[in-house]
């Protein structure tokens, strides 16, 4: 099976029966979490009852993007799931953050980290760490298996880097926030949907994924105005849903 779960869609916080970031990736019994932030934990419980998983990767400390990383952390801790410390990839921010919640717990009882952007091998993944800019440190992740590619912006605003990031990408999930306002901002650190199909389109992706809707944003428009620029297959991260890779 090689296939990926959306967990979360949302930004900020998550609209009633949905969650923040989050995806499952499953390539060959390998099982890869990206991200994890509010609500997305019971979810990927519901895929992995035991929250065994082989690497985690965090794009960046805000707690949309990995607060339910602790959950995972106390669930190995307390919960009796045992084994080796699992590889976590990410900013530091992410760590500091985490441990001001149980600052007399150490995290690395559970992760093992390795630090983000950067260049890695994880299982059967080449992982490219691309920074991106953001409000913190923020890592867009580019997944490699075989010829299959994967890619993720993690939070953004426009930014070249994001033509590279998504370079002939399988599929680029890209976030497409439309926070009111945020168009007019003069230092960018988040996108709207009508970027998120430029980029793509410049990427030459072959799919799209939009991802951390801004809550009550109207999701279909999104696709609407995603598709002005990107002629390809536009989806749109709905929790529980899943997309073959290969």
């Known amino acids: 099976m090689r296939t990926i779960t959306v967990l979360g869609s949302c930004g900020a916080f998550p609209e009633p029966d949905r969650a923040c970031s989050g995806f499952l990736i499953e390539w060959d019994g390998f099982r890869l979490v990206l991200d994890l932030g509010y609500g997305t934990l019971p979810r990927l419980l519901n895929h992995r009852r035991d ?6 990767v965090v794009t960046h400390e805000h707690p949309d993007h990995c607060i339910d990383l602790h959950g995972l952390f106390r669930l190995h801790r307390y919960g009796g799931a045992g084994g080796d410390r699992i590889p976590l990839f990410c900013p530091p921010g992410v760590l500091d953050r985490l441990a001001g919640l149980e600052p007399d717990m150490d995290l690395g009882d559970v992760f093992q980290h390795r630090h983000l952007p950067g260049v890695h091998r994880i299982g ?119 997309t073959p890779l290969a």
């Open 51 to 56: 929250g065994a998983v082989d690497a985690v």
């Open 124 to 242: 059967p993944f080449e992982l490219h760490g691309i920074p991106l800019p953001h409000h913190v440190p923020n890592a867009g992740v580019r997944l490699t298996a075989q010829r299959t590619v994967l890619a993720y912006t993690g939070d953004t605003g426009p930014d070249p880097a994001l033509a590279t990031l998504g370079r002939d990408a399988d599929l680029f999930i890209v976030e497409c926030t439309d926070r009111p306002g945020e168009a007019e901002q003069p230092h960018r650190n988040l996108m709207t949907a009508e970027e998120a199909g430029l980029w793509a389109a410049r990427a030459r992706a072959r799919r799209l994924m939009l991802t951390h809707f801004w809550p009550g944003n109207d999701r279909r428009d999104a696709v609407r105005r995603a598709r002005q620029s990107f002629d390809g297959p536009v989806l749109t991260a709905e929790e529980g849903t899943t």
